[in-house]
């Protein structure tokens, strides 16, 4: 988990639920994003909130610290971890959301193939995944050492059968408490790995297995298969 996903409505829905009183500062624009099949190293909308406001920034999927160049920058960050060890520990106060509409994990088929399913909100309400990262507080213009990674934990429930990790999803209410700056870090520590949204609060299904292909786009890959 959680190695692609999916930003296709506007940034504009995505913070509609979030009750952040300041205006958004948009580096991203106010058109639909419409990626259907975002793969890690893209970059992707990402919220995170600054002295002067709520940022909406394009910032890579994918971090690692100055010295680990031997290695391809980790897409994600096993929550049991993160807040303690050394590899994130320059990024940890660094919080920020990446609102999605789903994800996708992979199943193996028993014919040496893999089939992907679908993961979302019953009630289809943009998902704010936990992130920390790097990224521009004051510039749209990314650098070379911007990125995030998305905070995981163990599955629970019926999606075990699906994956065994899964990102930390964050209520409306939650999410504004992780952005904010002022929110101590054992706080931040507590929702990471307690207070994440349930497993009953999803759904999952097969779909497509174009989505296999990070070249394929369109809302055709988030459609049910029999």
Known sequence: MCGRLTQYRGIHDFVAALSIPDALINHIGDEPLARYNAAPTTRLALLHLENDGLHADL???????????????????????????????????????VPVDNWFEWVDSGDGSKQPWLIRRKDRAPVYCAAIGQFPAAAAEPTPEDGFVILTADSAGGMLDIHDRRPIVLSPELAEEWLDPSTPRERAEQMALFEGEASEVFEWFRVSKAVGNVRNQGPELIEPQA
Do not use: C, L, S
């Not at 391809?72 to 959301?97: L, S, T």
């Open 59 to 97: 910032v890579r999927w994918g971090w690692r610290p100055h010295w680990a160049k031997d290695r391809a920058p980790p897409i994600n960050a096993r929550v049991e971890k993160v807040a303690h060890g050394p590899y994130f520990r320059p990024i940890w106060p660094h919080r920020a959301i």
